[in-house]
C-alpha cells in the first residue's frame, strides 16, 4: 500500500523519514539539493512506487543520479502529484468560495421573503382602513424593511463580487499549474507528456496532414562527461532555444527526454518543413560555443535529425517510431544530418 506522505511527514515518524531520506542519499552519492531531497522523501515514504522502482532499476544499473537524471525523474514522477496536490487545493478554496456565496444567496432570499411578509402585512392593514397611528406604524416598518433588503442586497453584491475574482484568481493559478505541470523545467521547451498528448490530437482525423522531427544532440555524453553536468545543461537550454524558435503554435516543439527532442507539424507535409529543419541544423553546427565561467572554448554542437510524413490513418505511436527511425539512421549515417523515414535521403554536413 502506497503511504500517504503528507500525513506521515506531519506525524512522530516524520525525522525518521527525513534521516533515511538522507541515508539513502549518501549510499547512493546524491547530492542533497532540495529536488533531490523531495525525490528520496517520496522514494523511501513509497518504497514499492514506481519512483522507487525506478530509482532501484537506475542503481542495480550501476547510473550516476545526475542533475539532470532527478530533474528527468522528478517530470515523470512528481508532476503528476504536484499537479493533482495543488488542484486540491484550489478545489478545496473554490468550493468554499461558492459555499460562501450559497450561503449570502440564501440570506437574501430570506430577508426578500421577510419583505415580501411585511409589504403583504402593510398591504392588509391599510386595505382595513388604518387610522394615522398604525398608518405611520406601517410606513415605518416597510421603511425598516426597506433598509434592511438594500443593506442585505449591498452585502450579497459585494460579496459575489469579492468571490468572482477570487474564482478567477484559482481559475488563472490552476491554469497555471496545468501549464507547470506540461512544461519541462530546465529548457521551458513542452515535456514529453505534452507533446505525446498534442500528437495524438493532430492525428485523430485519419486524414490529417503531420510531421514529426526527433532531434538528438550529438556526442552528448562525452560533452557531459569532459566538461561537467551543469555545463551540459547550458548546452541543452541553447539548443532547445534554437529548436523552439520554429516551434510556435499550432507546432510544438518539446524535450523528450535527456538530450532528444521533438518537433510537431500539424498539417504541414515533410517538404514543407524540411528547409526550416536544415536551416536551424546549420545554426546550431554554426556556433562556437565557451563556458561562461572560464571562457574556454567548448567546442561545436552538433544534432541528428530523423523526420516522417503521417501515412493515411497512421497511429500516434507508429509516427514517432519512423521518426525516431530515421533518427538513428542519421546517427549511423555520420550525424549531422536529416533523414526522412520514407526515404533514405539524407542531408550531408
Known amino acids: 500500500m502506497a503511504v500517504d506522505l503528507e500525513l506521515v511527514l506531519r506525524g512522530p515518524d516524520a525525522a525518521t523519514l ?117 398608518l405611520k406604524q406601517v410606513v415605518d416598518h416597510l421603511t425598516a424593511a426597506t433598509r434592511r433588503v438594500e443593506k442585505e442586497n449591498s452585502n450579497l453584491e459585494q460579496q459575489l463580487t469579492a468571490s468572482t475574482q477570487e474564482v478567477e484568481r484559482l481559475r488563472e493559478h490552476l491554469e497555471q499549474v496545468r501549464r507547470d505541470a506540461m512544461t519541462d523545467a530546465l529548457t521551458n521547451l513542452s515535456n514529453r507528456k505534452s507533446f505525446d498528448e498534442a500528437v495524438a490530437r493532430a492525428c485523430v482525423d485519419p486524414a490529417a496532414k503531420v510531421s514529426l522531427a526527433m532531434i538528438d544532440i550529438d556526442h552528448f555524453k562525452r560533452f557531459n562527461d569532459t566538461w561537467g553536468h551543469q555545463t551540459g545543461d547550458q548546452v541543452l537550454r541553447y539548443v532547445a532555444s534554437v529548436i523552439g524558435r520554429i516551434g510556435d503554435d499550432p507546432r510544438m516543439a518539446a524535450r523528450y527526454g535527456g538530450e532528444e527532442f521533438a518537433l510537431l507539424f500539424p498539417g504541414e507535409m515533410v517538404g514543407e518543413v524540411m528547409a526550416e529543419l536544415e536551416a536551424m541544423r546549420l545554426e546550431i553546427a554554426s556556433r562556437m560555443l565557451k563556458r561562461r565561467s572560464t571562457n574556454d572554448e567548448l567546442g561545436t554542437v552538433t544534432i541528428s535529425i530523423g523526420v516522417a510524413q503521417r501515412h493515411l490513418g497512421e497511429t500516434p505511436s507508429s509516427l514517432v517510431g519512423r521518426a525516431d527511425a530515421a533518427l538513428y539512421k542519421s546517427k549511423r549515417g555520420g550525424r549531422n544530418r536529416i533523414t526522412e523515414a520514407e526515404s533514405s535521403a539524407s542531408v550531408a554536413a
Open 18 to 134: 527525513a534521516r533515511k531520506a538522507i541515508e539513502a542519499m549518501e549510499r547512493h552519492k546524491v547530492w542533497p539539493t532540495p529536488l533531490n531531497y523531495e525525490l528520496w522523501i517520496h522514494c523511501v515514504g513509497d518504497p514499492t512506487g514506481d519512483l522507487a522502482k525506478e530509482i532501484g532499476r537506475l542503481a542495480a544499473a550501476g547510473e550516476q543520479i545526475t542533475e539532470q537524471v532527478s530533474e528527468e525523474l522528478a517530470a515523470q514522477f512528481l508532476s503528476k502529484a504536484r499537479l493533482s496536490d495543488q488542484i486540491r487545493d484550489a478545489g478545496d478554496q473554490l468550493s468554499r468560495e461558492l459555499d460562501s456565496v450559497s450561503k449570502a444567496i440564501d440570506t437574501a432570499q430570506k430577508s426578500s421573503q421577510e419583505y415580501g411578509r411585511t409589504l403583504a402585512g402593510a398591504s392588509e392593514t391599510l386595505a382595513a382602513g388604518a387610522a394615522p397611528p398604525e
